[in-house]
């Protein structure tokens, strides 16, 4: 079934990065190659990485293009507790070989174990990419231990280290190169709707795009200042700020969510984008779930569209502390002062925010789509820098 370029390549060495688009078919590549390579060396043990726990189930394992929906049955070991086992995350195979599943949220579940081979997938949105060094480390059973990776590229420095990486063979493609396994429809609205774009480059070519003129934001500045959330300091404050959307249609724009705290240090750090297409009701209880999950001081809100409809709706699901920020300035000029403060390494992203990060380091003067999620960003850390929630105390 497979094209020459999803065939592994012979040869001596170490990572097998694959950069390509959605649909290109990593996901079957990745697992015929860890299927294959276990079911042809008895007694190896083959490492699966992936962004979350749940993506195993979903996706690397049991998902359609997954290990087990190829994998006969007959190769699996036999016996109680034996075979494939979804609350491990473990597959042990009748000739002794055992692949396991780790999540990359979870770098130090890494430590210990040791293997002849190992699968990272979509590497690029690891919320902690020090778990593919702790992967490493452990790489080191056999004659010639190596590591395939298959991902959607970003332009961050996980990325382009393993670009440059010595004894790294990559392999680029397109989500057009399968044409063949994917439905004619959806490849014409994907080339209708994102042909030409910035995120269909990215994500449909899978170029690695540098930063754009005119942006505010660079990925370096926020690469360069990412954290766990052990990093994290005690905080000053905590606030959930949205940017309602207009309308709750499946053409509207989506409401921005996101949540953010000032430290004891004077530094800012983004706790969560939770933006998403909802009703007035949905992104209420969405926002008000987030103001009680992290103990905030308060939830704001922009009212230039909602009016008192954004209050009144909070206020029907819980009378939780409310500011309204109402905008009298252009997106951008609201923005420069929080893009100087990345500048200054002043704002911290705890973990990955795709999305909002993307939005971050596209948006321009000329870019026509509203920035949802930069606008909820940006009335977080205004809020956030005007108010420090510290007493002042006057002696006069």
């Given at each position: 079934?497979?094209?020459?370029?999803?065939?592994t390549?012979?040869g001596?060495?170490?990572?097998?990065?694959?950069?390509?688009?959605?649909?290109?078919?990593?996901?079957?590549?990745?697992?015929?190659?860890?299927?294959?390579?276990?079911l042809?060396?008895?007694?190896?043990r083959v490492?699966?990485?992936?962004?979350?726990?749940?993506?195993?189930?979903?996706?690397?394992?049991?998902?359609?293009?997954?290990?087990?929906n190829?994998?006969?049955s007959?190769?699996?070991?036999k016996?109680?507790?034996?075979?494939?086992?979804?609350t491990?995350?473990?597959i042990r195979?009748?000739n002794?070989?055992?692949?396991?599943?780790?999540?990359a949220?979870?770098p130090?579940r890494?430590?210990?174990?040791?293997?002849?081979?190992?699968?990272?997938d979509?590497?690029a949105?690891?919320?902690?990419?020090?778990?593919f060094?702790?992967l490493?480390?452990?790489?080191?059973?056999?004659?010639?231990?190596?590591?395939?990776?298959?991902?959607?590229?970003k332009?961050n420095?996980?990325?382009?280290?393993?670009?440059?990486?010595?004894?790294?063979v990559?392999?680029?493609?397109?989500?057009?190169?399968?044409?063949a396994?994917?439905?004619?429809?959806?490849?014409?609205?994907?080339r209708?709707?994102?042909?030409?774009?910035?995120?269909?480059?990215q994500?449909l070519?899978?170029?690695?795009?540098d930063d754009?003129?005119?942006?505010?934001?660079?990925y370096?500045?926020?690469?360069?200042?990412?954290?766990k959330?052990?990093?994290?300091p005690?905080?000053?404050?905590?606030?959930?700020?949205?940017?309602?959307?207009?309308?709750?249609?499946?053409?509207s724009?989506e409401?921005?969510?996101?949540?953010?705290?000032?430290?004891q240090?004077?530094?800012?750090?983004v706790?969560?984008?939770a933006?998403?297409?909802a009703?007035?009701?949905?992104w209420?209880?969405?926002?008000?779930?987030?103001?009680?999950k992290?103990?905030?001081?308060?939830?704001?809100a922009?009212?230039?569209?909602?009016g008192?409809?954004?209050?009144?709706?909070?206020?029907?699901?819980?009378?939780?502390p409310?500011?309204?920020?109402r905008?009298?300035?252009?997106?951008?000029?609201?923005?420069?002062?929080i893009?100087?403060?990345?500048?200054?390494g002043?704002?911290?992203?705890?973990?990955?925010?795709?999305?909002?990060?993307d939005?971050?380091?596209?948006?321009?003067?000329?870019s026509k789509?509203s920035?949802d999620?930069?606008?909820a960003?940006?009335?977080?850390?205004?809020?956030?820098?005007?108010?420090?929630?510290?007493p002042v105390w006057?002696?006069?």
């Amino acid at each position: 079934m497979a094209r020459p370029e999803q065939i592994t390549p012979y040869g001596d060495w170490n990572v097998w990065l694959i950069l390509a688009g959605r649909g290109w078919g990593k996901t079957m590549t990745g697992a015929f190659d860890t299927m294959l390579y276990a079911l042809n060396n008895p007694e190896v043990r083959v490492a699966v990485v992936v962004p979350t726990f749940g993506d195993l189930s979903r996706v690397a394992f049991g998902g359609v293009s997954g290990i087990i929906n190829w994998l006969p049955s007959s190769c699996l070991l036999k016996g109680r507790g034996q075979g494939y086992s979804s609350t491990a995350q473990e597959i042990r195979l009748y000739n002794g070989s055992l692949i396991q599943g780790f999540a990359a949220t979870e770098p130090e579940r890494l430590r210990g174990p040791q293997f002849h081979r190992a699968w990272c997938d979509e590497i690029a949105a690891w919320k902690y990419p020090d778990a593919f060094d702790q992967l490493m480390f452990g790489l080191r059973l056999g004659k010639n231990p190596q590591c395939v990776i298959t991902t959607t590229p970003k332009p961050n420095d996980i990325t382009r280290s393993l670009i440059k990486r010595t004894g790294t063979v990559v392999t680029r493609g397109s989500t057009f190169d399968n044409s063949a396994n994917l439905a004619p429809a959806a490849l014409q609205q994907l080339r209708e709707k994102y042909e030409g774009t910035r995120l269909g480059r990215q994500e449909l070519y899978a170029e690695v795009l540098d930063d754009i003129e005119g942006a505010l934001w660079s990925y370096s500045m926020i690469e360069g200042h990412r954290l766990k959330v052990d990093q994290v300091p005690e905080t000053q404050r905590i606030v959930v700020a949205i940017d309602p959307a207009v309308t709750s249609g499946d053409d509207s724009d989506e409401t921005g969510i996101v949540v953010a705290a000032r430290g004891q240090d004077d530094k800012y750090y983004v706790l969560e984008d939770a933006s998403l297409k909802a009703s007035p009701d949905g992104w209420a209880r969405k926002a008000i779930d987030l103001y009680h999950k992290y103990n905030a001081d308060r939830v704001i809100a922009e009212v230039n569209n909602g009016g008192d409809l954004v209050e009144r709706v909070l206020k029907t699901i819980d009378r939780v502390p409310y500011t309204a920020v109402r905008a009298s300035r252009g997106k951008l000029v609201r923005a420069e002062p929080i893009a100087a403060l990345y500048e200054q390494g002043k704002v911290h992203h705890v973990g990955i925010f795709k999305e909002l990060e993307d939005q971050l380091i596209s948006y321009t003067p000329t870019s026509k789509k509203s920035p949802d999620r930069l606008d909820a960003l940006v009335w977080a850390v205004t809020e956030l820098s005007q108010r420090s929630g510290k007493p002042v105390w006057r002696i006069s």
